[in-house]
């Protein structure tokens, strides 16, 4: 089986495997460049045997930065009834394409 492990990135958690390509929020670093994980919270080399960390493990997940983009655009609708209130706003989520390259 694949390495695995559970990453935290911009206040999430996301299970990667060596290989996958991930949509994380933004980071401040150009395309094509290095990125390592340290705050890696789960890993299993075999799929069977699992280490956990207490709260970060030892190792370290490294990955390449393949583009940055804006998500869809999701609308946002404030209407109150009787009252003639109507508002509507757009937002776009910035974030960031990483490739995983390897599960140290």
């Not at 150009?30 to 045997?49: I, N, P, Q």
């Not at 699992?50 to 970060?56: A, D, I, M, W």
């Not at 009834?81 to 599960?103: C, D, E, L, N």
């Amino acid at each position: 089986m694949a390495k695995i492990a559970v990453i935290a990135s911009g206040g999430k958690q996301y299970k990667v495997k060596e290989g996958d390509t991930v949509k994380l929020e933004k980071l401040d670093q150009k395309e094509k460049s290095k990125v390592d994980f340290d705050t890696l919270l789960v890993a299993s080399t075999d799929g069977k045997e699992f280490s956990l960390g207490q709260p970060s493990l030892g190792k370290k997940v490294s990955g390449e930065i393949i583009e940055h983009g804006r998500a869809d655009k999701v609308s946002v609708v404030k209407y109150k009834s009787k009252t003639r209130y109507t508002r509507t706003v757009g937002h776009r989520q910035p974030f960031t394409k990483v490739k995983i390259t390897a599960i140290a």
